[in-house]
C-alpha cells in the first residue's frame, strides 16, 4: 500500500532563505508526482507536475526533483517571500487513470 | 480560460439532512473527480467520472454518489449527513487519455458543516 509522507509538517523561516520541503513514498512503481499549493480554506493550485520519465520539472523560483529508486521528492523554493506562505501537498499518482495518494501537507510559514 | 468553478462555496447542514455539490471543470477538460479534505489533512478521493460514468471509486460509503453530465459537468450527493462529513469539498479536471502527462486542476472547494 503507497504511503505519503510529507517532513516538516511545518516550517517558518525569515523572508528570502531558500528552503527545501520534503516528500517521501514507499511505492517506487508511482506514474507521476505533483506538488499543489494551498492557501487557508483554498483549494488547491497545481505548481509542478513530475512525469516518472523525468528527474526535475522548474517553474519560476521554484524546483522539483524526483527519484524513485530512493522514494524521494523534493520542493525546492529560492528566495523565500511572505507570499510564499502556505500549504504545500505532494500527490502521488499511481496510473494512468490518476488515483492519487496524498500527503498531509507542510505548512511553510515565511516571516517578513 | 475559465478554470474549474464549485457552487455552493459554503453550505451548513443538519444530521441526516442531503446536500448537492457542484463542480464545472476546466474548459477543455472532460474528467472529474472529488474529494473530501478534513481539516490539516491530505485530500481523500471520492470517486471520478469519466463519460458520465463512474470510472473509479475510494474507500466512501454509498451515501456518497454523484453524477457526471453531457457538458462533463458534475454533481457531488452526499445522503443521510453525519457530523463527521464536515469538510472542505474539492472537484478536480483533467483531460482523460493523457495518461500521466495532464496535470489535475481543483477548484476553490465547497466547504460543508454539519451540525
Known amino acids: 500500500k503507497q504511503e505519503v509522507t510529507q517532513i516538516p509538517a511545518a516550517l517558518s523561516v525569515p523572508e528570502g532563505e531558500n528552503l527545501v520541503l520534503n516528500c517521501s513514498f514507499t511505492?517506487?512503481?508511482?506514474?507521476?508526482l505533483q506538488w499543489f499549493r494551498q492557501d487557508p480554506g483554498k483549494g488547491l493550485t497545481s505548481l509542478l507536475l513530475?512525469?516518472?520519465s523525468q528527474r526535475e520539472q522548474t517553474s519560476g523560483r521554484l524546483n522539483a526533483s524526483l527519484d524513485k529508486s530512493s522514494g524521494r521528492s523534493t520542493l525546492y523554493i529560492a528566495a523565500s517571500q511572505p507570499g510564499d506562505s502556505a500549504t504545500y501537498l505532494c500527490a502521488a499518482i499511481m496510473d494512468s487513470n490518476y488515483q492519487l495518494i496524498w500527503g498531509a501537507g507542510t505548512k511553510l510559514i515565511i516571516k517578513p | 480560460d475559465a478554470g474549474v468553478t464549485q457552487s455552493p462555496t459554503h453550505l451548513i447542514k443538519t444530521r441526516g439532512q442531503q446536500v448537492t455539490l457542484r463542480c464545472s471543470p476546466k474548459s477543455g477538460h472532460d474528467t472529474v473527480s472529488w474529494y473530501q479534505q478534513a481539516l490539516g489533512q491530505g485530500p481523500q478521493f471520492i470517486f471520478q467520472y469519466y463519460e458520465e460514468e463512474e470510472r473509479q471509486r475510494g474507500n466512501f460509503p454509498d451515501r456518497f454518489s454523484g453524477h457526471q453530465f453531457p457538458n462533463y459537468s458534475s454533481e457531488l450527493n452526499v445522503n443521510a449527513l453525519l457530523l463527521g462529513d464536515s469538510a472542505l469539498y474539492l472537484c478536480a479536471s483533467r483531460l482523460w487519455g493523457t495518461g500521466g502527462a495532464g496535470e489535475l486542476f481543483f477548484g476553490e472547494g465547497s466547504r460543508l458543516t454539519v451540525l
Open positions: 511505492d517506487s512503481a508511482i506514474y507521476n
Open positions: 513530475i512525469q516518472s
